[in-house]
């Protein structure tokens, strides 16, 4: 059975207009700010080692699912494959990064997915996933070729995977109060207002810690608010260098979207980006390109706010 997409266009602009405007709003919040437009470069290549080059061609963003079929009750039937999301936003051929639950039935637990990679004829699967082992430790893993799934939920960037002008951001010394995605969601919500805008790509921690949750197995008892969740999920402070897969979107545009997500990895470490934790060392590269179209994915048809920070 086909799953129901909604989509709407984003404004647009010029990728030159958007570097100017978070090159002013992120100096108030990092010391060394440096946003320009450049040459995406080869993101196969360290230290992404990501699975297409780059991430220009058509490029849009999908809000699949949500945090609703997490809780109050789990919903297991809620199993997507990346493969067809990618048909679904109309991208067959498409290389996808972002972030979102990995496929239970692969991995055996409820797990943080990162997503990375090329559907269609030419399918390479680079994505990872984190657990919570046995012993209550995270573990990275990387997924096999074959499980291209995910569950629940997934935060989406598509692109043809081709080389271009991207943004690249990079920002040391933290001296504000917010993280880096928000920091440059909130830019864009203030300069843009009304016109939404949207972003998709991926940051490297290059220095510093940053604070990030693994969710355990599913909940045996129902999630029923903040609390609930924040005693439920694992915090960890996780240590660069990282390569986080990152969306960001400045208005819900009558979708009932999740404004931002990112999930990363390092050698053995991995999970949702919350911020960092060491303001005084931290740095980070990004490399971000601007999506011309939302799409919205099997949306819950029974909705709430809860968990989406
Ligand atoms: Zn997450």
């Given amino acids: 059975m086909s799953l129901p997409v909604e989509f709407k266009p984003l404004h647009i602009p010029p990728l030159e207009e958007v570097a100017e405007v978070l090159q002013k709003a992120l100096q108030k919040n990092f010391a060394e700010v440096e946003v320009t437009v450049v040459n995406c470069p080869d993101l196969t290549k360290e230290p992404f080692c990501l699975k297409a080059r780059g991430l220009c061609g058509s490029p849009r963003l999908a809000d699949v699912g949500g945090v609703p079929h997490l809780m109050p009750h789990v919903q297991k039937d809620k199993?997507?494959?990346?493969?067809?999301?990618?048909?679904?936003?109309?991208?067959?051929?498409?290389?996808?990064?972002?972030?979102?639950?990995?496929?239970y039935p692969a991995v055996g637990v409820n797990s943080e997915l990162m997503a990375n990679i090329v559907t269609g004829d030419n399918c390479a699967n680079g994505s990872?996933?984190?657990?919570?082992?046995?012993?209550?430790?995270?573990?990275?893993?990387?997924?096999?070729?074959?499980?291209?799934?995910?569950?629940?939920?997934?935060?989406?960037?598509?692109?043809?995977?081709?080389?271009?002008k991207v943004l690249r951001?990079?920002?040391?010394?933290?001296?504000?109060?917010?993280?880096?995605?928000?920091?440059?969601?909130?830019?864009?919500?203030?300069?843009?207002?009304?016109?939404?805008?949207?972003?998709?790509?991926?940051?490297?921690?290059?220095?510093?810690?940053?604070?990030?949750h693994v969710m355990p197995d599913f909940s045996t008892v129902p999630l029923t608010c903040t609390e609930d969740v924040n005693e439920w999920l694992r915090f960890?402070?996780?240590?660069?260098?990282?390569?986080?897969?990152?969306?960001?979107?400045?208005?819900?545009?009558?979708?009932?979207?999740?404004?931002?997500?990112?999930?990363?990895?390092?050698?053995?470490?991995?999970?949702?980006?919350?911020?960092?934790?060491?303001?005084?060392?931290?740095?980070?590269?990004?490399?971000?390109?601007?999506?011309?179209?939302?799409?919205?994915?099997?949306?819950?048809?029974?909705?709430?706010?809860?968990?989406?920070n």
């Fill in 79 to 103: 199993l997507y494959d990346i493969k067809t999301l990618a048909v679904s936003v109309d991208l067959p051929d498409a290389f996808v990064v972002g972030a979102g639950a990995g496929p």
């Fill in 128 to 164: 990872h996933i984190a657990k919570i082992d046995s012993s209550g430790n995270s573990q990275l893993m990387k997924l096999p070729e074959s499980a291209t799934g995910c569950a629940l939920m997934l935060n989406m960037f598509a692109s043809e995977g081709l080389p271009g």
């Fill in 169 to 212: 951001v990079w920002a040391k010394k933290r001296t504000g109060n917010i993280n880096l995605v928000t920091c440059i969601r909130q830019a864009l919500l203030s300069h843009y207002s009304e016109k939404p805008i949207g972003l998709g790509g991926t940051f490297r921690l290059v220095n510093g810690h940053a604070k990030c």
């Fill in 236 to 308: 960890f402070d996780m240590q660069a260098p990282m390569v986080f897969l990152s969306t960001l979107i400045t208005k819900d545009h009558g979708l009932d979207l999740r404004l931002e997500h990112s999930h990363g990895y390092g050698s053995n470490c991995g999970g949702h980006y919350h911020y960092d934790t060491t303001p005084e060392i931290v740095e980070y590269e990004a490399f971000y390109n601007v999506a011309e179209f939302i799409y919205r994915v099997d949306r819950p048809k029974i909705t709430h706010n809860l968990g989406r």
